[in-house]
């Protein structure tokens, strides 16, 4: 059984900063993108960034592009997400996901994943 582990999330002004992190833990399984989603309330899952695992190429969502970072911490087998800028809209569970397909088509569908973490709640609110 593979578990995603999320934390970092939180409470934060507009204008702040959150740094979001998922670890794997249990069985071992071979990881080709790992990806962040969001749902706020209301509305549908949605893509946020993702990377390669090996070659370390990233994916944004337009909304987060220029304010959000998706990174790999080898060492660790962990994949954070650097919030900055943050606004209201941003509000949402965050979803950490990880995706084991050598045929991958698109990183940015959550229909491309396999694993998922249970979420973590961001609220952007002064």
């Known amino acids: 059984q593979v578990q995603l582990v999320e934390s970092g999330g939180g409470l934060v002004q507009p204008g702040g900063s959150l740094r979001l992190s998922c670890a794997p833990s249990g069985r071992t399984f071979t990881r080709y993108f790992m990806g962040w989603f969001r749902q706020a309330p209301g509305k549908e899952r949605e893509f946020v960034a993702s990377i390669r695992w090996s070659a370390g190429t990233t994916l944004y969502a337009d909304s987060v592009k220029g304010r959000f970072t998706i990174s790999r911490d080898g060492a660790k087998s962990a994949v954070d997400l650097q919030m900055n800028s943050l606004k209201p809209e941003d509000t949402a569970v965050y979803y950490c996901?990880?995706?084991?397909?050598?045929?991958?088509?698109?990183?940015?569908?959550?229909?491309?994943?396999?694993?998922w973490g249970q979420g973590t709640q961001v609220t952007v609110s002064s």
């Open positions: 996901a990880a995706n084991s397909n050598f045929n991958t088509r698109d990183p940015r569908s959550s229909h491309e994943y396999d694993y």
